[in-house]
C-alpha cells in the first residue's frame, strides 16, 4: 500500500497569507495525485488533480506542484472561506489501492 | 448539474447487514466508475472500493475486502454497497463519489455521504 503523510496537521494562517501544505508519497506516484477540500459537516470537494490541474470552479488561489513522492498545495491568499481540512490523494496503482492522506487542517491565526 | 445522493444509513448492531445506495443524476453514468469512501467520526478519508463503468470490475481496500461488495444498475443510475458482518469500527460517514476521468482514479463530485452506526 502507497502511504501518504502530510504535513503539518495543522496550519495557523492570518487570512491574506500565504499557506504551503506538503503531501509525501512512500513510493513514487508519478502526477497522479489529487488535492480535496473539506469543511466541516460538507463532502470533500475536488480541488487538483494530476498534481497541478485547477478542476473546475476552482480559484487561481490554489495551485499544486510536485511529482514522484513530494507534493505541494499552496494557497496564495487565504481568505475566509479557505480554512478547512486538505487532503492529498494518490491514484498512481494497479489495481487500485487508492489512499489518501491523514490531512492537514487550515485554521485562523 | 452532477448530483449524487447516497441513502440508506443508520443504526445496525454488530455482525449483522446493511446496504448502501447512491442514486445518480447530471452526467452519463454508464461511463464513469464510481466509488465508495468512508469517513470515520472526527478521522480522515478512507477508500473502500471501486467499480467500472460497465460494472464488470471491482476492487477493494484490504479492510472490506470480503465483507463488502460494490454494484451498480446503470439502468436506474444507481450504485450499490452491500456490508455485511459489520463491525463497530465500520462506523463511518460513507460517501459515494465518481470518477474524475476514465481510467483515472480521482473523484470529481461526492455525495454528501449517509451515517452508519454499528452498535448493539
Known amino acids: 500500500e502507497i502511504v501518504m503523510t502530510q504535513s503539518p496537521a495543522t496550519l495557523s494562517v492570518s487570512p491574506g497569507d500565504r499557506a504551503t501544505l506538503s503531501c509525501r508519497a512512500s513510493?513514487?506516484?508519478?502526477?497522479?495525485l489529487a488535492w480535496y477540500q473539506q469543511k466541516p459537516g460538507q463532502a470533500p470537494r475536488l480541488l487538483i488533480y494530476?498534481?497541478?490541474t485547477r478542476a473546475t470552479g476552482i480559484s487561481a488561489r490554489f495551485s499544486g506542484s510536485g511529482s514522484g513522492t513530494e507534493f505541494t498545495l499552496t494557497i496564495s491568499s487565504l481568505q475566509s472561506e479557505d480554512f478547512a481540512v486538505y487532503y492529498c490523494?494518490?491514484?498512481?496503482?494497479?489495481?487500485?489501492?487508492?489512499?489518501f492522506g491523514g490531512g492537514t487542517k487550515v485554521e485562523i491565526k | 448539474q452532477v448530483q449524487l445522493v447516497e441513502s440508506g444509513g443508520g443504526v445496525v448492531q454488530p455482525g449483522r447487514s446493511l446496504r448502501l445506495s447512491c442514486a445518480a443524476s447530471g452526467f452519463t453514468f454508464r461511463t464513469y466508475g464510481m466509488h465508495w469512501v468512508r469517513q470515520a467520526p472526527g478521522k480522515g478519508l478512507e477508500w473502500l472500493a471501486v467499480i467500472s463503468f460497465d460494472g464488470d470490475n471491482k476492487y477493494y481496500a484490504n479492510s472490506v475486502k470480503g465483507r463488502f461488495a460494490i454494484s451498480r444498475d446503470n439502468s436506474k443510475h444507481t450504485l450499490y454497497l452491500q456490508m455485511n458482518s459489520l463491525r463497530a469500527g465500520d462506523t463511518a460517514v460513507y460517501f459515494c463519489?465518481?470518477?474524475?476521468?476514465?481510467?483515472?482514479?480521482?473523484?470529481?463530485?461526492w455525495g454528501q455521504g449517509t451515517l452508519v452506526t454499528v452498535s448493539s
Open positions: 490523494q494518490q491514484y498512481d496503482n494497479w489495481p487500485p489501492r487508492l489512499t
Open positions: 494530476d498534481a497541478s
Open positions: 463519489a465518481k470518477d474524475g476521468a476514465v481510467a483515472d482514479h480521482y473523484f470529481d463530485y
Open positions: 513510493q513514487s506516484v508519478s502526477s497522479n
